[in-house]
């Protein structure tokens, strides 16, 4: 699961002040907007305006100014104690097998921080060239739609869908019926509403419940999918069997994960650095290799009908190259960004064990990423299709 961040976990913001900003930025938003549609239609001024607007990345996309909002915003959040409860929470699921507890408290302020720099948009994506990110993320949707075959008035199945973005694109693009599962309250909540306000009430639903133990009987869907959503299961055998009961003769199961290539050697200790890191940071489970989702979906009877590396195509860049274009990998590897932080610490401009934080939630694993998928131990461009029987 990944849950939402309600405004409860910001106690230094008052739900009044708060409803009163809104208010406040929705007026100045209005002006802005007035103004600057006028701006833009002076000859010459316009198209200065545009060509510098153009160059200013969209505040729901992904922005290295993001991480100075994010400073500012969690000015006064407890970072000591966050940091605690997470090694905490990461020590117990590594003794008992039981990830769900840390991964929910590690998303209780990266769920809002992730959304903070990258907008919507949690997992990556192919990155096309001439295309923008948002643009890529649109072409993933339809891409999606086509591994399910997703056909109109069929009963598709997403799991650990988050606020259900995919599923209800996938709705759209097909016609199909799509059912998001999620274990988060803040997720059914937010994705019923999301329904709502995209008029797919006829179409789409959110089910509270665990992909290990599906609440739907034998033979429910023609297609079941999921999107980097069994990183976080520690039971990966558990969670295809479920998937394959709830499948009906033919239908299909298609995943796109982040998972450990076949490069990845155990005995490279730069190899287990980087893919350690990932698990330990986000609080999850070891990653799984794909050979475990093959071994897996072959004892329960599905049939590998495709497995295809989307960045492969032409004109394509890497999964992780988001990271790299906006500059947010050369700032974080950086070490005198790491200084910097640290005296920012010690002179109380920002948050006590914030340096912590940074390095151990932020550093890493974004860092981790773009190492592990350089050196192709990692990828989170590979899209897997099974059938049933």
Known sequence: CVPAVPLLYFPFVARDGFDAMQTIGHGLE????????????????????????????????Q??????????????????????????????GQETGDFVPGVCNYYKVMADIITLASG?????????????????HDQFHHTIAKYLDAKQGENILEFGCGFGEIG????????????????????????????????????????QGNYHSMPFKDNSFDKIFGVYTLKYSA????????????LKPGGRLVSYEILVSDKYNKEDKQHRYYVDNISHSTCMPPLWPATAFREAASRVGLVLKEETDLCAAPNTGTWYSCFETTGIYSLLMSSLTFRLVKVGESVRILPRSFADFYDSCLLHPTTDFVNAGRLGIITGSVMMVWEKP
């Open 168 to 207: 209800r694109q996938v709705a759209k693009i097909s016609g199909a019926n799509v059912t998001g599962l999620t274990m988060a309250d803040e997720e059914i909540v937010g994705g019923t509403e999301r329904i709502k306000e995209a008029g797919l009430e006829s179409q789409c639903k959110m089910v």
């Open 30 to 61: 209005l002006v802005v907007s007035k103004t600057w549609s006028v701006a833009t239609a002076i000859p010459v001024v316009g198209s200065i305006l545009k060509r510098v607007r153009s160059l200013v990345p969209d505040a729901d996309d």
């Open 63 to 92: 922005n290295i100014l993001s991480l100075f909002v994010l400073v500012w915003r969690y000015r006064l959040f407890d970072f000591t104690n966050f940091m605690r409860s997470h090694r905490e929470a990461l020590k117990r």
């Open 235 to 246: 039971h990966l055998n558990e969670a295809i069997a479920e998937f394959a009961r709830c």
């Open 120 to 136: 919507p948009f949690w997992h990556f994506v192919p990155m096309t060239k001439g295309l923008t990110r948002k643009q890529c």
